[in-house]
């Protein structure tokens, strides 16, 4: 019999509707049930994609034993953290706090007044390595409940309090200058592994925002170093096991420093991310691996993540059913020898093998091997075996589409379609793809009509074409800006920039605070134990650097001063931070360097998609802003090309910064000159 979450839209939420646990939403009716009966909240945190997740779900939350003590014992209540990352995040730093560690499933048990007092992550089923069952921390915890409940009111009293004392102080940073993202470069450098790419060691994540950062740094100052860690970084994920070598995209993270092995679910917010960084690498070298990484990324979201109403799922399954009918991770991607010769026939197998590194002992579990690059710099062509690695790639892939899919969370979730917007955009322009272009243009039309629908806000997700239940938060209304104003560089329809405004308008009256703090929730938003509050980036940008990367490219397009005023408040913590852990705010960095350099502004008046547009969108200026249009209502549209006209009847670009304009061009290699850096 399906409990109460099957009236739900999460994909993650459906999955546990026929769990015998008598789950409940967050919702004020769960916690006055618990008041009603006087019990505390199980509170269960976790997303579709999540490995782990999935494991405890299996272990404990359809065992009909575990359920029924859950069931009389506490208010279930389950959330997935991409739909409520407000609960998830006020929640999970309460965890951090306690145990120095968190992560998915995420285990807390509430008071009825929403108040946390024991936490953890994943428990398994029987006690493990020092770890105590989920069964022996129920028993604990309903223990402490009805015997020394005033115990439990005082820690969770004082975890509140703690909480609520983390204040942010981001004046103190003072602008981010010269000083400190030079500072914030040597740091990076000292946590650069040399010889495997990227910062730190396992488990290790693509650096994205800070390769953003690293490409602008480059761009203004000409600093070697820092574009050979962003080119370094790349290859080696380009030719390691967290790329899908066959169906291109990339995987969550890798478990170990080489990038051998992956986490295999693939989320939109990752390939987003990284489909822009190859195409803005391509752009600072012509590289052929960042090229062909950015295109295949980018046809891998339209390919596998693309839905129905032409959003972006939010992300495809680490687990599928391997040939034994079990359903484990990566087996949709993984390959034995005996797998090759199978597809392949002895000796195409042999060269398959050698070159993406299949052994017969294998690189994961069980003898099977992630494919990866292993021979020469990963570039086949250099190697004389192209014709030959296409062929073996192709019958491998074809061979591969047969196996048991991973499942799809097929959620739009706003923020990360605005990540896809922007990246879809720009490699569909920097590539002469328009395909890209019009699936970017899809994606924002589907925000536009149902997330913004006919209200004034923005949702967070939407499924089917339904918008569902919560709020946009700050990352929503950062990311989908920063879509919207990509789209309007390159499409030159001044529409979305007319969009971006009014989400950034939004943006100014409800999730600013003094001293130019952000907030991850409007202030009109329904009220946690703490009013959610990060700047620093994880798997994406911080909502506090979004914003402030939205708020300083859209002044640059309008000259509003109070956008402007905003996002330089809101760069005080880079000022702050950089210096200190430049790994956790990459993307708060990229617009520091965006500032430093103006941003520049560049109308290009003239056809769209013509010569000087693409230069124009070539120009490697960190965070430059293009405008282009052509006849008398183009200045309407965009305020940049106001009293722009074509110098002698030829397309004319115009370059501005710093309040300063040179002389309008109509030369091409002149263009790209101004907008190299």
């Not at 096991?241 to 969550?252: H, P």
């Not at 399954?317 to 090759?340: I, K, M």
């Not at 589409?401 to 379609?417: F, G, M, Q, S, Y």
């Amino acid at each position: 019999m399906a409990n109460r979450l099957s009236q739900t839209t999460s994909p993650y939420l459906l999955q546990h509707a026929d769990n015998p646990v008598d789950w409940w939403p967050w919702s004020p009716e769960a916690f006055e049930e618990a008041r009603r009966r006087d019990v505390p909240v199980l509170l269960s945190v976790g997303y579709a994609a999540c490995h782990w997740c999935h494991v405890m779900a299996h272990e404990s939350f359809e065992d009909p034993a575990v359920a029924d003590y859950l069931n009389a014992h506490f208010v279930p209540v389950k959330v997935d953290r991409e739909e409520r990352p407000d609960v998830d995040a006020v929640y999970m730093e309460a965890v951090q706090a306690a145990t120095g560690q968190g992560g998915w499933p995420m285990t807390v048990f509430l008071t009825a007044d929403a108040e946390p007092f024991y936490f953890g992550t994943y428990f398994p089923p029987e006690p493990r390595h020092g770890s105590p069952s989920f069964q022996q921390v129920l028993a604990g915890v309903v223990a402490a409940w009805t015997d020394r409940r005033e115990e439990v009111a005082e820690v969770a009293g004082r975890i509140v309090r703690d909480l609520a004392g983390r204040s942010l102080t981001v004046a103190e940073g003072g602008l981010p200058g010269e000083s400190e993202l030079a500072q914030a470069l040597l740091r990076l450098t000292r946590d650069y592994d040399e010889k495997h790419g990227g910062f730190g060691g396992a488990p290790k994540f693509p650096p994205s925002m800070v390769i953003e950062f690293l490409l602008r740094h480059h761009a203004r100052t000409g600093a070697e170093g820092a574009l050979q860690m962003a080119a370094d970084s790349c290859a080696a994920m380009a030719r390691g096991g967290i790329y899908d070598q066959l169906g291109g995209g990339f995987a969550r993270y890798s478990v170990d420093r080489e990038w051998v092995v992956p986490h295999f679910e693939k989320m939109l917010y990752d390939n987003a991310l990284l489909c822009r960084v190859y195409a803005h690498l391509w752009r600072a070298t012509g590289s052929d691996l960042a090229r062909r990484v950015a295109l295949e990324t980018a046809d891998f979201m339209v390919r596998e993540l693309r839905t129905a109403e032409g959003g972006f799922a939010s992300a495809l399954d680490a687990d599928s059913e391997d040939p034994q009918g079990r359903h484990v991770e990566g087996a949709y991607y993984v390959w034995t020898p005996a797998q090759l010769r199978e597809v392949l026939g002895e000796e195409d197998a042999a060269f398959a093998a050698g070159y993406f590194g299949v052994t017969d002992e294998g690189t994961f579990e069980e003898g099977s091997s992630v494919l990866r690059l292993v021979r020469g710099d990963g570039e086949v062509e250099e190697q004389g075996d192209a014709a030959r690695a296409a062929g073996v790639r192709a019958r491998l892939l074809a061979a591969r589409e047969l196996r048991a899919r991973p499942e799809r969370d097929d959620k739009i979730v706003a923020a990360w379609n605005g990540l896809a917007i922007a990246a879809l955009a720009e490699t569909g322009a920097y590539f002469d793809r328009p395909d890209l272009v019009e699936r970017a243009t899809e994606a924002a039309d589907l925000l536009v009509r149902v997330h913004m629908g006919d209200v004034a806000r923005l949702c967070r997700t939407s499924k089917d074409g339904r918008a569902g239940e919560n709020s946009g938060v700050l990352e929503d209304y950062g990311d989908v800006a920063e879509g919207f104003l990509a789209l309007a560089s390159v499409t030159g329809e001044g529409a979305w920039l007319d969009f971006a405004g009014f989400l950034l308008d939004i943006v100014l009256e409800h999730f600013t605070g003094d001293d130019g703090q952000m907030f991850d929730t409007a202030d009109d938003a329904e009220q946690l134990i703490r009013r959610p509050q990060d700047p620093t980036d994880s798997a994406t940008p911080a909502g506090w650097t979004a914003a402030a990367g939205a708020l300083l490219s859209y002044a640059a397009h309008t000259g509003s001063e109070a956008h402007r005023t905003a996002a330089e408040g809101a760069l005080g913590i880079v000022g702050a931070l950089g210096p200190k852990a430049p790994r956790f705010i990459g993307w708060g960095l990229a617009v520091a360097e965006a500032l430093l350099d103006g941003p520049r502004e560049v109308a290009v008046a003239g056809p769209v998609a013509g010569e000087l547009h693409r230069t124009a969108l070539l120009g490697r200026a960190p965070g430059a802003v293009v405008a282009a249009g052509e006849g008398p209502d183009a200045g309407t549209e965009f305020p940049l090309l106001v009293d722009r006209p074509l110098v002698g009847g030829e397309p004319t670009a115009y370059v501005c910064r710093h309040f300063v304009c040179d002389a309008p061009t109509a030369d091409v290699e002149e263009l790209a000159a101004k907008l190299g850096g």
